[in-house]
């Protein structure tokens, strides 16, 4: 059996994952290293100098996490209700976001005007040109994905001419001419 490039990649790669796996599991084993030997009347303590409790736990290395930062709890006496949450933005950054100027809160409701469109507006509002292609004898737009030629319909309008920024389209309310958006106003 020939193997190709890739295969001979998966192979050296199963090969380096399956020497890991041994010596994670036979030389870091847990008791591997031996007993830990502790003098009799050995007093641990903590960073702020207070004495540490002995403790008949399993050694940190064999410890579950969950045991070991209730131990490391024990010993630094936190207070997890004046923790902060690690992915919440810091007061600064928030209080750059909040308004300089008074003005309407939130949660205090805004009256907005309802704005009337024409349907040539709605059409310019809702549909996006992508590009275009010129033909002598017309040719087609790019628009929301869809690709429609000189002649045909779409949301209502008739598309009538292509030119190279843009295409026009007629319908009994008016005229409308959807252009090309440069990548600076993306």
Not at 14 to 25: E, I, N
Not at 51 to 79: H, I, M
Request: hydrophobic share 40%; glycine share 6%.
């Amino acid at each position: 059996m020939k193997l190709n490039k890739s295969q001979k990649v998966y192979v050296i790669i199963l090969a380096v994952a399956a020497v890991g796996l041994l010596v994670d599991r036979v030389l870091l084993a847990p008791g591997a290293s031996g007993p830990v030997q502790v003098q009799a009347g050995a007093v641990h303590t903590t960073p702020s100098g207070r004495p540490q409790p002995p403790t008949t736990e399993p050694p940190a290395a064999t410890a579950s996490v969950a045991k070991r930062l209730a131990r490391f709890n024990d010993v630094r006496q936190f207070d997890i209700t004046t923790v902060r949450e690690a992915l919440s933005p810091s007061p600064a950054w928030l209080a750059e976001l909040q308004p300089s100027e008074p003005g309407p809160k939130a949660s205090q409701p805004v009256a907005v005007a309802p704005v009337q469109m024409s349907p040539a507006e709605r059409f310019i509002q809702r549909h996006r040109l992508k590009s275009t292609i010129r033909r002598d004898n017309g040719g087609w737009a790019l628009i929301d994905g869809h690709i429609v030629e000189v002649g045909q319909e779409f949301d209502g309008y008739r598309l009538v001419e292509v030119t190279d920024d843009g295409a026009v389209f007629e319908s009994d309310q008016g005229r409308v001419e959807l252009r090309l958006r440069s990548r600076s106003h993306r």
